[in-house]
């Protein structure tokens, strides 16, 4: 298992609302790891638990997130720190939020290796363009020196990719990582994520609330609502003969 979150609680600090609630998840290793769910389940809280980046007012009240036999959840902010990007990174829906503006996507993803390796300069440059071209850039010189709104959305969400797999994680976590982007664009991305999964040794947690996604790309699925799981299991079998009424309704919507 790369990562395991046992009982996992988050509340609203103010209020003592559960926005998850008691929720336990296994991710296999070089899998693919669907969460899925409604608007307001809880997966992206869910999701930024595993690195503690929660937004003020969110507070982890219980449970253990394991990750390479340590609790991530106790881990120090040293190590923390150390972790992400490293071993753990996330993509998220929109990368025009997550670049900086005023910095070119080369000088962003040369930063990954700045901040957690000794690279020199021109190893650092060298694997900047080749995370470009792996990640299926045609120009990498041309990206390399643009700046994030230069490119497109589908441009973009590579680039973040890129970044994301820079130093070969063992976990990406990535929230609604297509969907804002066209449809023909977001099989690509997702063709992307299968071909770096086979390269890279990774696992990916996928949040998503679209069934047809999971269809074509996980392995495991876990159905949450409320912040709890309703149901999980193999994507294929999940999908085929869903158990719980909630799950036949996301279905529905999906197809
Ligand atoms: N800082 C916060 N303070 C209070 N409530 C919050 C806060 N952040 C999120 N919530 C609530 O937590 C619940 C879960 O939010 P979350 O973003 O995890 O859901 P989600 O499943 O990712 O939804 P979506 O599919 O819309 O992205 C929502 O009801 C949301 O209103
Ligand atoms: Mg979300």
Known sequence: MVLQIKKLSVSVAVSDKKIVDDLSLQIPDRS????????????????LS????LAPG?????????????DLLKVHTDELRNIRGKEIAMVFQEP??????????????????SSHTDFPKDKRRSQSLELLRV???KEPQRVYHNY??????GMRQRAMIAQAV?????????DEPTSSLDVTLQARILELFAKLRQEFDLSVLLITHDLGVVK??????????????????MAATVLKNPQHQYTRELLAYAS
């Not at 595993?50 to 980046?53: G, P, V």
């Not at 820079?166 to 990535?174: H, S, Y």
């Not at 074509?216 to 299991?233: F, L, N, Q, R, W």
């Open 32 to 47: 693919v790891f669907a969460l899925v769910g409604g608007s307001g389940s809880g997966k992206s809280t869910t999701g």
């Open 58 to 70: 969110l507070e982890i009240s219980g449970g253990e997130i394991v990750f390479a036999g340590r």
């Open 50 to 53: 595993i690195l503690r980046l």
């Open 135 to 137: 990640v299926g850039i």
């Open 166 to 174: 820079a130093l070969k994680p063992k976990l990406i976590i990535a």
């Open 148 to 153: 994030p709104h230069q490119l497109s959305g």
């Open 96 to 113: 025009l939020y997550a670049f900086n503006p005023v910095l070119t996507i080369g000088d962003q993803i040369e930063e990954v290796f």
């Open 216 to 233: 074509h790309m996980a392995d495991s699925v876990a159905v949450m609502k409320a912040g709890k799981i309703v149901e999980s299991g």
